[in-house]
DNA sequence: TTTGGTGTTTCGAG
DNA sequence: CCTCGAAACACCAA
């Protein structure tokens, strides 16, 4: 569930709510295998007494810094949750691993699959430097897609999720983007002209800031559904053109909007406005 | 009640 | 290098 969009909402949470500056006090973990790399005792004993000196995002991870040069990477994966609440409040089953902080707050990791993960390391890089460049950046260029581009015979919307090429598009962002650039998901990247680069690059951009900017997409109201750090909604679904309207009228054409499967991703398309080569 | 689908990532086989 | 299928897990809608 969380891109880009989500994951950054989150971040601007926390560090809203002062998270820089608090000191870990103690931890509990109730399932094991959220922490990636580390046993739970090894866990609880590395990050007792740290102090959180800043908070930021990568990609999809919330990176915490802290003050011994180590790194806690969190990843929410399909439905995990990072929020801050008091000490006192009753813990709920899906909430995995609680951090306790110095001002009678935790910091609580939520998930109901299960499937995020925490990595407390020095050596943060290992996981890092594999990532594509943040579209979001000055650094992710016209010309940087263009030369990223040209050599890739892959279908564009496997391409997109893959997190090696671009950082921190999803599903949704993804078929959004695709839609504004009236790209059909299969096609071959390295066919693109540089119009049509210069066209996803904006539509890329476009739909993630925008993401952000109304502080993340929910969709349906389940347990596993995206929420902000101070579990609010998301209020981007009313800009969502094509993501799971299904059989819903293009805003573009009126066409109805068909779900195709790629790369076992659910996908939607306009089939008039985005035509496959 | 049972089934199929879910916004992510990783792994191995071909 | 690329594609596919499966797995990790719980919930929800049909």
Not at 106 to 124: A, Q, V
Not at 197 to 223: E, K, P, Y
Request: glycine share 6%; with cysteine; charged share 25%.
């Amino acid at each position: 569930m969380p891109e880009l969009p989500e994951v950054e909402t989150i971040v601007r949470n926390l560090n809203a709510a002062s998270l820089p500056g608090k000191t870990v006090t103690g931890a509990n973990i109730y399932w094991r295998k959220i922490i990636a790399n580390l046993s739970p005792g090894e866990f609880i004993q590395k990050i007792t007494n740290r102090t959180i000196v800043k908070l930021r995002r990568r990609a999809k991870f919330i990176i915490l810094d802290l003050d011994n040069s180590s790194q806690l990477l969190v990843h929410l994966r399909m439905s995990g949750r990072l929020y801050l609440g008091p000490t006192s409040a009753t813990r709920n089953k899906h909430e995995h691993v609680i951090l306790h902080l110095n001002d009678n707050r935790d910091l609580r990791f939520y998930d109901t699959r299960k499937f995020g993960r925490m990595i407390l390391t020095k050596n943060p890089d290992t996981i890092l430097q594999n990532l594509g460049p943040e579209p979001l950046s000055d650094e992710f260029t016209v010309k940087q897609f263009i030369t990223m581009l040209k050599s890739k015979t892959r279908q564009l919307k496997p391409l997109l999720l893959d997190q090696t090429f671009i950082a921190g598009l999803g599903n949704i962002y993804t078929d959004e983007a695709l839609w504004r650039a009236r790209l059909h998901p299969l096609t071959i990247a390295a066919t693109l002209t540089p119009y049509k680069i210069s066209t996803l690059h904006t539509a890329i951009r476009f739909v993630l800031q925008q993401g952000i900017d109304n502080q993340g997409t929910s969709l349906g109201d389940g347990q596993s559904n995206f929420a902000s750090a101070e579990n609010r909604r998301g209020n981007n679904a009313r800009n969502l053109m094509v993501f799971r309207r299904t059989d819903q009228e293009c805003p573009r054409c009126g066409t109805k909007i068909k779900r195709i499967i790629i790369g076992q991703r659910s996908t939607h398309i306009c089939p008039k406005c985005q035509k496959h080569p």
